[in-house]
């Protein structure tokens, strides 16, 4: 398992990736305008108390008022009232909000799944992917749902009691604020230190989601080779890593808050007493307690802002992962002026084509070659000579890298992927069914088509049969996979998909790999009506399978070393020649 997840050089809040959620918050400006009108209010509500306690103390008590207690009393209840009120619409609404920005990121995020090439994928874990779209934008649903507006209202309220006290008096106002610097020093030395261990708690969680990920896929590898207890073992370790990353993570973040209310009760003892010593300042005692009050009121939102503090350091964390996902470019996309691909008839050519996987890595090397309308040509040859390559080129799952790919002249970079695809149909060796019923799966592969077409289609790759055996036929329920159906029926119901989408160029790549040989003989009676007027490339190791083949291309040595029919190839003894003996005497010593 290699490491998943790379370390963040950065020592500072990603600005710039939440100005980007800022985005996604503009539809929602009239909500958010709501939200703030009921924050204001219920700020304003709030700093109504200590003023009517200091008028009790001071006024109401010392002249027996007992009407204006009263009064005091019910403005009380009605201030509590509309407070609660106020507070349970911003707690639903905010949440409500948070949610549907999630929702928003997740589904941006999604799509652009979608549109990313082979190659993304092909050099990432699918764990990795997973913990980008589920667990990282999750992570981010404290800041959203009851982060930035909470925060926004904690700053709303800093300054409306701090405008009253300084109006009350300014030098307590002073002593109130005579420790925000210790304060400040204080969030700074810990910020970089909390950083640090987000960044390596989002590693952790990355690799331990990766491994739990690899190790259901390949739980049948894992049983049939008994490392159940060393995988148990590796799990163990990694979910440690995880843990303790998880409590350094903790014990940095609720550094500060702590903090906060240390330095927040020293100031409220500081101002008692400069209120009772009279230090500069000349105050009644419910004045005092009233001010006391608005100081709890000060430093409680600013404890909030450092929780939210924490919350951003630790979502700054994972939004860079979720954004650095978002920004990754796919390789394959539509020219500027591509324009859909007409009705084709079939004619491929391949002109001077060299590609590679990796640099100075090359498959093919200046590769030519031209296949007419309605032809099947068979590939052959020896494992990563570079077969799946050229059947991997043609619909654009990776893009030339010199020469150029022509469909009845039109070079394919020419014209949109998506047309593309629909007149290129693709059968792989590594079938997937998704979790649906079998008619679903079918029509995947035209999801316009009607019953008829999809049990026609089942019919010619023969799948129909075992389908009707089936518990509810075509309505029959497959897992994630088809992990209920043998790999056979798998292939071809995946088959059936492919020539659903009724394709001018059908690619078989070892379509045929899963099929025994007796079913193998009656497919392809069907496969021989179905190819006609159609072009086919095809890929199989089973010679038998390609013997019908228009011509069979040898690929090896970055280039194709013979092409002819199989009669014509046998007779020149050369590599197909050698392949074919090989497999000869192989069968004929089972």
């Known amino acids: 398992m290699r490491r998943m997840a790379e370390k963040s050089k950065k020592n500072k809040i990603d600005i710039q990736g939440f100005r980007r959620i800022g985005s996604y918050l503009k539809p929602y400006r009239l909500n958010i305008m709501k939200l703030l009108g009921v924050i204001l209010f219920s700020n304003l509500v709030m700093v109504l108390g200590p003023y009517l306690t200091s008028y009790v103390i001071d006024t109401a008590i010392p002249n027996e008022n007992l009407r204006a207690i009263l009064w005091v009393i019910v403005l009380f209840a009605l201030a509590n009232l509309l407070n609660g009120l106020a507070i349970r619409y911003r707690i639903f609404n905010i949440s409500k909000l948070g949610q549907d920005v999630l929702r928003d990121i997740r589904s941006d995020l999604f799509n652009h799944l979608q549109k990313l090439s082979f190659e993304f994928f092909d050099t990432r874990p699918h764990g990795e992917i997973l913990v980008r779209v589920v667990n990282y934008i999750n992570s981010l649903s404290n800041i959203l749902s009851s982060g930035l507006i909470t925060v926004i209202s904690d700053i709303l309220s800093i300054v409306v009691t701090l405008t009253i006290m300084i109006s009350i008096d300014p030098m307590l106002t002073l002593y109130s604020m005579i420790l925000l610097p210790v304060l400040f020093i204080v969030t700074m030395i810990i910020k970089n ?9 989002s590693e952790k969680q990355a690799n331990l989601n990766t491994y739990i990920h690899e190790s259901i896929e390949g739980i049948k590898t894992t049983q049939t080779f008994t490392r159940e207890g060393m995988n148990v073992d590796i799990f163990a370790n990694v979910s440690k890593q995880q843990s303790q990353a998880w409590m350094k993570a903790v014990r940095v973040q609720f550094i500060l808050g702590p903090i906060i209310e240390i330095i927040s009760s020293v100031t409220i003892s500081f ?4 209120g009772i010593r009279g230090l500069g300042v000349e105050v009644s005692t419910g004045v005092l307690i009233a001010f006391v009050a608005y100081v709890t009121n000060f ?17 700054t964390v994972y939004l860079e992962r979720v954004f650095e996902m978002m920004d990754i470019e796919p390789h394959i996309t539509d020219s500027p002026h591509a324009f859909v691909m007409p009705p084709i008839n079939g004619e491929l050519i391949f002109e001077d084509v060299s590609f590679g996987y990796k640099e100075d ?15 099947t040509i068979a590939l052959v040859g020896a494992t990563g000579a570079g077969k799946s390559t050229v059947t991997n080129l043609i619909p654009r799952f990776y893009d030339v890298d010199e020469g150029k790919i022509l469909i009845d002249g039109i070079d394919i970079r020419d014209v949109t992927v998506a047309s593309l695809r629909q007149e290129v149909g693709v059968m792989l060796q590594d079938t997937f069914i998704f979790s649906g019923t079998i008619f679903e799966n079918i029509r995947y592969g035209k999801l316009d088509a009607t019953k008829e077409e999809v049990i026609l289609a ?16 075509y309505d029959t329920y ?25 394709p001018k160029v059908l690619i078989l790549d ?13 497919l392809q009676e069907g496969l021989d009506r179905l190819l ?26 970055h280039r194709i070393l013979e092409s002819g029919s199989h009669e014509e190839l046998i007779k020149q003894r050369g590599y197909y020649y050698d392949l074919y003996k090989t497999q000869s005497n192989l069968l004929s010593q089972l």
């Open 271 to 274: 101002v008692y007493f400069a």
């Open 458 to 473: 089942a019919r010619i790759v023969l799948a129909h049969d075992f389908i009707m055996n089936l518990k509810s036929g």
């Open 193 to 201: 230190k909390q950083r640090v261990a987000y960044e390596e708690l």
């Open 299 to 315: 430093w409680n939102p600013i404890v909030n802002v450092g929780n939210f503090y924490n919350s951003l350091v630790s979502g």
């Open 361 to 375: 890595q090359p498959i093919f090397e200046h590769l030519s070659f031209k296949v007419k309308p309605g032809e």
């Open 532 to 557: 006609v007027g159609r072009t086919a490339i095809v890929v199989a190791h089973r010679l038998s399978t390609i013997r019908n083949s228009d011509r069979i291309f040898y690929i090896g040595d």
């Open 510 to 522: 070892e379509a045929t790999s899963s099929i025994d040989t007796q079913t193998e003989l009656a």
């Open 478 to 502: 497959v897992q994630e996979r088809g992990s209920t159906l043998s790999a056979g029926q798998r292939q071809l119901i995946s088959f059936a998909r492919t020539l659903l989408s009724d």
